[in-house]
């Protein structure tokens, strides 16, 4: 009996020496929330995705508007043909065919503007040779003498230049905005997009970190108020047993205890359970190498107090919709929508071009005179015209601008329904704040009386007047006084974090300016 009494109480030491170690390591950390929140922002593996989201956007922005960037081409080339001769108009005769070659050189700069329009500058440069035998009979009047005949090769070669300019202006279709331009403004809003959507990822790590943090220093603090809870029963069991043994009390109530101190035992494995997933949780957003702190325990440096806040509700609705992230872009990508709508429904207009070229040609065989022909606009040349163009039906871009206006809609309703949902969320933060701060003065309150009435069934119960049952239904209720009391500091600064969040002040609120 002794053997199994002793096994016994080394069972319901084990957990709280198990304990004790577990929190007094030496691979031990300390950490603040302030220290905890910049590690986050440097090395949370969601925000380095948000901030490469960002870059992207810029890429594709810059992307966009090399629309405007002007392209030079040049294409050098030669070829070369065998032709018919031309038909002799006195005789009808068929000429002589020839071998004609021609070396072409042109260069041009293309390119568009801001207002439409489309351009393209350059010039040709060519020559072109060509060579043909012509047979010459000269018939003498001696018919004794044979006629003479010459035969001459002939290698003309002609100097052609080029040069001039073309435009195309829309002014329907394609006028106020064009894909180009719409792309370069749908990107430019993206950078936006991307901007405010890491500034929510950052406010959200920022209210991620800080509630893991308060809810660390609870999961600490609870593992101690369950450790005092086992230290409790364990005391009372070991002193039944001490008053069965001199039978100044029933086996029944020792049996009471060690029941008791067994529920301890248990309730104290799951918290330690909780302690540890809760260290991982928090060590999940402030790291991005989960690896390196395994050896290592965290020690929250702060403590959990309860702090009095004054509340303005309208003033938290005014920030919360100037300042919230999520808001900003959600209005952005309305605006965007705005720009899908505006070149849809410029699509719907038929097509009506302006265009015009003007240019200078020179034409020598030889260069200089050629050249010359084009700085003194000798063969100038120029062109102007209407071109009109309009799908019959039309059904793709009225579709188009329907599908548009239909996400316009859709973008309208979701920001009516944010901006509700925040005021909401606003409204329920404040009262959860409000709600929590009244908790812990009345959690605060039980715990004291809990640990009186507790007392003082224990003193009863040293002398005789009450029974183990009374004694360890108080320690229950003192326990769990005292886990609620923890648990109400926790909440409300959990509910101030959710608050400055749902106001969009929580970077503010945490001492720091973050640059996107």
Avoid: C
């Avoid at 004609?100 to 439409?116: K, M, N, Q």
């Avoid at 403590?303 to 919360?320: E, F, M, R």
């Avoid at 715990?447 to 003193?459: F, M, R, S, W």
């Amino acid at each position: 009996m002794r053997a199994i009494t002793l096994l016994l109480g080394f069972t319901l030491v084990l957990p709280l020496g198990l304990a004790a170690q577990t929190l007094s390591t030496n691979n031990t950390r300390s950490l603040s929330l302030d220290e905890s929140i910049r590690q986050a922002l440097q090395r949370n593996l969601g925000l380095k995705i948000a901030r490469i989201d960002v870059r992207g956007a810029r890429a594709a922005l810059m992307a966009a508007s090399g629309y405007y960037d002007p392209s030079f081409n040049a294409t050098a080339s030669y070829s070369a043909a065998t032709e018919a001769g031309r038909i002799d108009p006195v005789t009808g005769l068929p000429g002589v065919p020839g071998d004609r070659s021609t070396h072409l050189l042109s260069s041009g700069i293309v390119g568009a503007l801001p207002w439409g329009m489309r351009y393209d500058v350059g010039g040709d440069l060519s020559y072109v040779t060509s060579e043909r035998d012509f047979t010459t009979t000269i018939t003498n009047i001696n018919p004794n003498i044979p006629d003479k005949i010459i035969t001459t090769h002939s290698r003309p070669g002609q100097y052609t230049i080029d040069t001039g300019i073309s435009v195309t202006q829309p002014l329907l279709r394609d006028f106020w905005i064009d894909s180009g331009r719409a792309q370069i403004k749908l990107d430019r809003f993206d950078v936006n997009i991307s901007e405010w959507a890491l500034r929510d990822r950052i406010n959200t790590v920022v209210r991620d970190v800080s509630v893991n943090y308060y809810e660390l220093i609870f999961a600490r603090e609870n593992v101690g108020v369950f450790e005092k809870a086992l230290e409790l029963s364990q005391r009372l069991a070991a002193e039944n047993k001490k008053r069965v043994e001199v039978g100044t009390m029933a086996p029944l109530e020792e049996k009471q205890a060690e029941a008791q101190a067994a529920t301890a035992r248990a309730n104290l494995i799951i918290t330690l359970r909780q302690l540890s997933a809760q260290e991982n949780s928090l060590i999940n957003l402030i790291t991005d190498n989960f690896e390196e702190w395994q050896n290592f325990r965290i020690a929250p440096t702060e403590s959990l107090v309860a702090v009095p806040q004054a509340y303005n509700l309208t003033a938290s609705w005014v920030s919360a919709l100037t300042q919230r992230p999520d808001f900003n872009e959600l209005k952005q990508e309305l605006e965007r929508q705005g720009i899908e709508v505006r070149l849809a429904h410029n699509q719907l207009f038929p097509r009506l071009d302006l265009f015009g070229t003007y240019g200078r040609v020179g034409v020598d065989p030889h260069f200089s005179p050629a050249l010359e022909d084009v700085r003194d606009e000798e063969l100038p040349r120029y062109s102007a015209g209407i071109l009109f163009s309009i799908p019959l039906g039309n059904r793709s871009a009225r579709g188009r601008h329907t599908q548009a206006r239909t996400v316009l809609e859709r973008r309208e309703s979701e920001v009516k329904q944010l901006h509700q949902n925040i005021l909401v969320q606003v409204e329920d933060a404040v009262v959860a704040a409000r709600s929590n701060f009244e908790r812990v003065g009345a959690t605060r309150e039980a715990a004291a009386a809990a640990t009186a009435a507790y007392e003082a069934e224990l003193k009863k119960l040293e002398n005789g007047k009450s029974t183990s049952f009374n004694v360890l239904s108080l320690q229950n209720d003192l326990t769990l006084a005292r886990s609620r009391e923890i648990r109400a500091l926790a909440d409300y600064n959990q509910s101030l974090a959710e608050l400055y969040f749902s106001e969009g002040t929580i970077l503010e609120k945490s001492r720091l300016t973050v640059q996107p």
